[in-house]
């Protein structure tokens, strides 16, 4: 019954790999966040969707493509990873219309470019 | 350019004592503002939140307070307990701002039995 599930929760490979990583909600949310939290340990916000439509992106790689099926997912695909690509992805969603907080966040991808 | 910042990289609490956490922000858009709960491996949980208009907010153990005119808020938890030793991040976000979470550093919150 998870409300906000990532897969996978680790991730190891290699500079220069493409890699995914995957988002769903079922708590019918409108609104899904990727969010990377850096070695210093800030969450600092990548992209928002609202109902398949990108409303926020951050100042990120182009290398960096989110990619929204339908309003319960969001995916994350990096190409060309590099070693400043090590870190934890949060994957988020909120209803726009709900309490200003509202935000779900989901356990974490662990990516490790080596 | 932090714009939510928690100076306080850990704290260390007695069981039972009551455990303050800091918090203080830039952007005076910011109408809205939260605290977060995170224990390794898992995802940031809320835990309690404040608009701009009130100054206080309580929720059992917690209570967060919010001095505007200083740009800054604080979390209490009384008493507190070991099980709620993990990292506390301060956030904040505002309808101007794009309602995109802005979140501090974090603050690691230890309570000792």
């Known amino acids: 019954d998870t409300a906000v599930s990532q897969t996978p929760k680790y991730l190891v490979t290699q500079m220069g790999n493409d890699k995914s990583i995957k988002c769903e909600q079922n708590l019918g949310h409108d609104t899904m966040y990727w969010y990377k939290q850096d070695s210093k340990k800030f969450l600092k916000i990548m992209f928002s969707y609202n109902n398949k439509e990108l409303i926020i992106n951050e100042t990120v790689p182009n290398r960096f493509s989110p990619k929204s099926p339908d309003k319960a997912h ?41 | ?33 939260l605290w977060y709960k995170k224990y390794p491996a ?43 030793s993990a990292v506390y991040f301060c956030a904040a976000n505002g309808m101007e701002y794009g309602n995109k979470l802005v979140f501090g550093a974090g603050t690691i919150l230890r309570v000792k039995s």
């Open chain 1, 74 to 114: 969001l995916n994350l695909h990096i190409n060309s990873l590099e070693l400043g690509d090590s870190a934890v992805y949060f994957c988020a969603s909120r209803q726009s219309r709900g309490t200003p907080g509202g935000y779900t966040f989901g356990s974490g991808t662990r990516l490790t470019v080596v």
């Open chain 2, 1 to 33: 350019d932090q714009q939510v910042k928690q100076n306080s990289p850990s704290l260390s609490v007695q069981e039972g004592r009551i455990s303050i956490l800091n918090c203080d922000y830039t952007n005076s858009m910011f109408d809205y503002f």
């Open chain 2, 42 to 84: 898992e995802g940031p949980t809320f835990l309690i939140s404040i608009s701009s208009i009130k100054d206080k907010n309580e929720d059992g153990r917690f209570t967060v307070f919010l001095n505007k005119s200083a740009k800054h808020l604080s979390l209490h938890i009384v008493p507190s307990q070991p099980g709620d």
